[in-house]
């Protein structure tokens, strides 16, 4: 079973709307959680992590953590059609041997 | 921004012969990471590293081998490449595991 669950698998929506990324975990041992955006063509890069349960706001992106529920949302407003892209959810266990688990990604697509 | 390099950008190999693919990063970050993407299946790690000399399998390690002789440097192997490992390769830097990765722009394989 996939340790890190995405949904939806794609999305589009309008240029200025927002933009809902949701991220279920399976593995109550997660306890770090990311958000990668991978352009065509080029290598994934961080939007943004959050550790503690709440929101964390970074300009446009908001993300959510519920490490009761282990569900991890990624909030676009106003989006634009340069944050269409392949956005994968990430998480990482406690301890020093823990690896980083990808889920399989959402293709968002902006529409101008 | 960290940056990491790989090499070669696209690389079209023969069943059976040997591959070298290779990374370089000069952040001075102490772990590195080589993973594979697939359509489906999102971002999979083959192999990391904690420094140089040493080398961890990851999640699907079977088929490949890894090399880290440098702080800077880290090369995945496919010492009898078969078409099934046709993909894009990514390798990633970070400090430590709770730290942020950062991607290198990935090397397309095609394996013949």
């Known amino acids: 079973q996939q340790k890190v669950q995405q949904s939806p698998e794609s999305l589009s929506v309008p240029e200025g709307g927002m933009a809902s990324l949701n991220c279920t975990s399976s593995d109550r041992n997660f306890q770090y959680f990311w958000w990668y955006r991978q352009h065509s063509g080029e290598g994934p890069k961080a939007l943004m992590s959050i550790f503690s349960d709440g929101d964390k706001k970074e300009g446009r992106f908001t993300a959510h953590l519920n490490k009761a529920s282990l569900h991890v949302s990624l909030h676009i407003r106003d989006s634009q059609p340069s944050d269409s892209a392949l956005y994968f959810c990430a998480a990482l266990s406690g301890g020093s041997n823990a690896k980083l688990t990808f889920g399989k990604g959402t293709k968002l697509s902006v529409k101008s | 921004e960290a940056a990491v390099t790989q090499s070669p950008r696209n690389k079209v190999a023969v069943t059976g012969g040997k591959v070298t693919l290779s990374c370089n990063q000069t952040?001075?970050?102490?772990?590195m990471y080589w993973y594979r993407q697939d359509t489906g299946h999102g971002l999979r790690l083959i192999h990391y590293s904690y420094g140089a000399g040493s080398t961890e399998k990851g999640d699907i390690p079977d088929g490949y081998k890894a090399s880290r002789p440098s702080q800077e440097n880290f090369s995945l192997i496919l010492e009898l490449a078969t078409p099934s490992q046709t993909s894009v390769y990514f390798c990633a830097s970070g400090w430590v595991n709770q730290d942020t990765q950062y991607f290198g722009p990935g090397t397309r394989l095609l394996v013949l």
């Open positions: 952040n001075n970050h102490n772990n």
